[in-house]
C-alpha cells in the first residue's frame, strides 16, 4: 500500500534555513502536501503541490518535488522561533475523494 | 465561517464509560472525516462520510466505535465502553471541492 516516510526531529537555530524531506511509494500520488501542527492544535494546510510541477514558493517556503525519486522537501527560508511545529507530508492519487496519506510528521524544533 | 468545530476540546472519563465526540464541519463541505492520533501509531483515519453516507470505516479500530452524521452539519463518533488504549487525541476534519483539508482542534480524550 502507500506509504510515506519522514525523519522524525529536525532542529534549527533562528535565522537558518530548514529543510524537511519525505518520501513517498505511489507512483500515482498527484496531490502533494504540507500540512503544519503547532501544540494543542489541528493539521493546518500550509501549501501543496501538484505532480506535475518540480517547485512551487509562497513567501518563506519552498517546495520541491522530484518525482522520478518520489522526494518531496519543505524549505523554510530565515526559521522563526513560531515556526516550531510538527510538518506532516502526504499525498493523494487522483480520482475518488482524494483521501490523503499522511507521513508520521517531523517535529521542527527552533532554538535561539 | 468558524472553521470545524469540536466538542469536548478535552475528555476525562473512567473506563467502561460511554464517550462521545462532536463535530461541526464547515458549512458547504461535502466530505467529513474521523482522525485519531496517538505517539506510537500517528495519525489513523477512522472514517470518512459523503454527503453523511459512511463511505469506509475500515480503519474503526472496533466494535465499540461508532460515528453518525444524521445532518450536514453534525457527526459524532462515540466510543462504548471506553478503554485505557482509547485515549488519544481524536480530529475531526471537512474538505469540500478544493484541495486540502480542514481541521478541528481536536479532543484530547484520557481513559483512566
Known amino acids: 500500500g502507500e506509504d510515506v516516510e519522514q525523519s522524525l526531529f529536525l532542529s534549527v537555530r533562528e535565522g537558518d534555513s530548514s529543510v524537511i524531506n519525505c518520501t513517498y511509494t505511489?507512483?500515482?500520488?498527484?496531490?502533494l502536501y504540507w500540512y503544519k501542527q503547532e501544540p494543542g492544535a489541528g493539521l493546518q494546510l500550509l501549501t501543496y503541490?501538484?505532480?506535475?510541477?518540480d517547485m512551487k514558493q509562497d513567501q518563506r517556503l519552498t517546495v520541491l518535488l522530484n518525482k522520478k525519486d518520489k522526494h518531496l522537501s519543505l524549505r523554510i527560508a530565515d526559521t522563526q522561533t513560531g515556526d516550531s511545529a510538527i510538518y506532516f507530508c502526504?499525498?493523494?492519487?487522483?480520482?475518488?475523494?482524494?483521501?490523503?496519506?499522511f507521513g508520521r510528521g517531523t517535529s521542527l524544533i527552533v532554538h535561539p | 465561517d468558524a472553521g470545524v468545530i469540536q466538542s469536548p476540546r478535552h475528555e476525562v472519563t473512567e473506563m467502561g464509560q460511554e464517550v462521545t465526540l462532536r463535530c461541526k464541519p464547515i458549512?458547504?463541505?461535502?466530505?467529513l472525516f474521523w482522525y485519531r492520533q496517538t505517539m506510537m501509531r500517528g495519525l489513523e483515519l477512522l472514517i470518512y462520510?459523503?454527503?453523511?453516507?459512511?463511505?469506509?470505516d475500515s480503519g474503526m479500530p472496533e466494535d465499540r466505535f461508532s460515528a453518525k452524521m444524521p445532518n450536514a452539519s453534525f457527526s459524532t463518533l462515540k466510543i462504548q465502553p471506553s478503554e485505557p488504549r482509547d485515549s488519544a487525541v481524536y480530529f475531526c476534519?471537512?474538505?469540500?471541492?478544493?484541495?486540502?483539508?480542514?481541521f478541528g482542534s481536536g479532543t484530547r480524550l484520557t481513559v483512566v
Open positions: 476534519a471537512s474538505s469540500g471541492t478544493g484541495v486540502g483539508y480542514t
Open positions: 505511489d507512483s500515482s500520488s498527484t496531490y
Open positions: 503541490i501538484f505532480s506535475n510541477m
Open positions: 502526504a499525498e493523494s492519487a487522483a480520482g475518488g475523494s482524494y483521501i490523503p496519506t
Open positions: 458549512s458547504g463541505h461535502d466530505y
Open positions: 462520510f459523503n454527503n453523511n453516507v459512511p463511505i469506509d
